[in-house]
């Protein structure tokens, strides 16, 4: 029988060894690893395990109404959250530094007290003086929000416990909450776990509800909030590109609420600004239709969202051909410009490409691959797409365009930003068409479309 060995966890980033040393080798930390107790081997407690207290097995159903939703009155907030923040639940927010989550949160705790509930804001990372300079400038100064600036789990723990639990805190950021009972330093993994768990246990217990700020860190010192994401009910993660205004808000997690909602917010002098016809942002200007854009018909969780793709094709200098994207995903790029090759006959692959959906918004949806592959071919051949058209289908592997769901819900939006086709999938059922339709049922009638011959078929035809 292999016999139990003691192991050795690293305090700062949760790597277990198997045996000691100075130096952790997964985080280069000093002096981090402690010995854990010996692990019993599998199976063989079961004779000496304890006896243990028995508990009653319920059924699933229940008589009891889920207790209101705490909505803040920033609708964009609400929605990303499943429609309020639930009572005794805990909420954690990620983001890249200097992204705005302080602004988004003491906004959000602010218009939430000024509907008469209760909120305490706790920041670990500014003073109460920066914090209140801060409130006035967004002009939420007022607000009766509770302001404390803290950094112990002891110290909140029992300021938060000593009175009757708040509807909502905040704690900005997680990453700043330490404990004394762990030597770790503040920021390790150890440190924000156990942070995070008494806080949500806190939530848990009292019925607060409890949000958590994190910085998202690229390989580095501080623990990121994935070390956390398990511990809490719900994760949104703010975004945005820098050099762009506009903030986009994203549920990744949530144990009450869909996961494909996004809330757009813009950047204003005055805090952030909630920005409740998106289209037309992202969008832009339109006045001149150059080749290379194209507009897709997007959808983001129930909303609709009009967003124009760029497209740069451009004879490569020498070597590979360079490829740069921003705001897609790079190897669906290679996939099209494949399938545009070998589908389409284009010859489009040895030429430098260059792509970028507009506003600095992050599009995941397959139904973007129509939109892509029109504005390539559109700059390739140096033609404009024709004008007030958009795209939506999905292409397959062998040069199919497949439908989209919700196109019904696509085009109305179109059509209220003044669009007047819709270029999509063969098949694309639609009652009620707001717009023209112009059906494709691969890539090659695509490509007539945006001005490009046939390959294959032109070449097809010199073989007879
Ligand atoms: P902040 O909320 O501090 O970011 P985080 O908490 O995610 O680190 O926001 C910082 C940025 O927001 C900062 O670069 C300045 C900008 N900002 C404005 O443009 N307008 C404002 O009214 C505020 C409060 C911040
Ligand atoms: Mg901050």
């Known amino acids: 029988m292999a016999r139990a060995a003691a192991t050795f966890a690293c305090q700062s980033c949760g790597a277990i060894h198997p045996k000691w040393s100075g130096k952790c080798d997964a985080c280069g930390g000093w002096n981090t690893l402690v010995e854990e107790g010996v692990a019993a081997p599998l199976g063989a407690g079961a004779a000496k395990r304890a006896k243990g207290r028995r508990f009653a097995l319920e059924e699933l159903k229940t008589e009891d109404r889920a207790p209101p939703r705490r909505l803040t009155g920033i ?150 909030p994935k070390a956390v994401e398990h511990l809490v009910d719900a994760v949104l993660y703010f975004e945005g590109e820098r050099g762009h205004q506009f903030r986009v808000l994203r549920a990744v997690k949530n144990r009450f609420g869909p996961t494909d909602e996004i809330g757009v917010f813009e950047m204003t002098g005055k805090g952030l600004a909630e920005v409740a016809n998106p289209s037309a942002l992202f969008l832009g200007d339109r006045d001149s239709v150059s080749p290379g ?21 451009a004879p490569a200098g020498f070597g590979t051909p360079r490829r740069a994207v921003v705001g897609w995903d790079t190897g669906r790029l290679a996939m099209i410009l494949a399938v545009l090759d070998a589908r389409g006959g284009l010859g489009i692959s040895a030429s430098d490409v260059y792509l970028n959906v507009a506003g600095g918004l992050k599009v995941n949806e397959p139904a973007a691959d129509a939109a892509v592959a029109a504005a390539l071919v559109s700059s390739f051949v140096g033609q404009p797409l024709p ?16 439908p989209a769901p919700q196109a019904e819900l696509r085009m109305k939006e179109a059509a209220k930003l003044g669009f007047s086709t819709a270029v999509v999938a063969a098949g694309t059922k639609s009652e009620a068409a707001a717009l023209t339709l112009v059906q494709v049922r691969d890539i090659g009638e695509l490509l007539s479309l945006a001005g490009a011959e046939h390959g294959r078929s032109r070449r097809d035809r010199l073989k007879q």
């Open 75 to 224: 609708a964009e907030f609400d929605r990303v959250s499943g429609g309020g923040i639930v009572p005794g639940s805990a909420l954690l927010i990620g983001g890249d530094p200097g992204v705005g989550k302080s602004t988004l949160i003491l906004q959000v705790l602010a218009a939430y007290a000024r509907r008469g509930g209760t909120a305490v804001y706790i920041s670990g990372e500014e003073a109460m003086a920066q914090v209140r300079l801060r409130a006035q400038r967004m002009e939420v100064a007022n607000a009766p929000v509770q302001l404390g600036s803290a950094t112990s789990i002891e110290d909140i723990l029992s300021t938060l416990e000593s009175g009757k639990p708040p509807d909502i805190v905040a704690i900005d950021s997680i990453q700043t909450i330490w404990t004394s009972a762990l030597e770790a330093a503040p920021g390790t993994i150890a440190q924000v776990r156990t942070a995070s768990f008494d806080l949500v246990r806190y939530a848990k217990s009292s019925g607060a509800a409890v949000i958590l700020i994190g910085h998202v860190t690229k390989e580095g010192q501080i623990a990121g």
């Open 293 to 313: 854009t194209a507009v897709f018909a997007g959808l983001e969780g129930t909303r609709p969202l009009l967003v124009e793709i760029q497209a740069l094709v």
């Open 387 to 402: 004008k007030e058209s958009v795209f939506f289908g999905e292409i397959s592997l062998s040069g199919d365009v497949r």
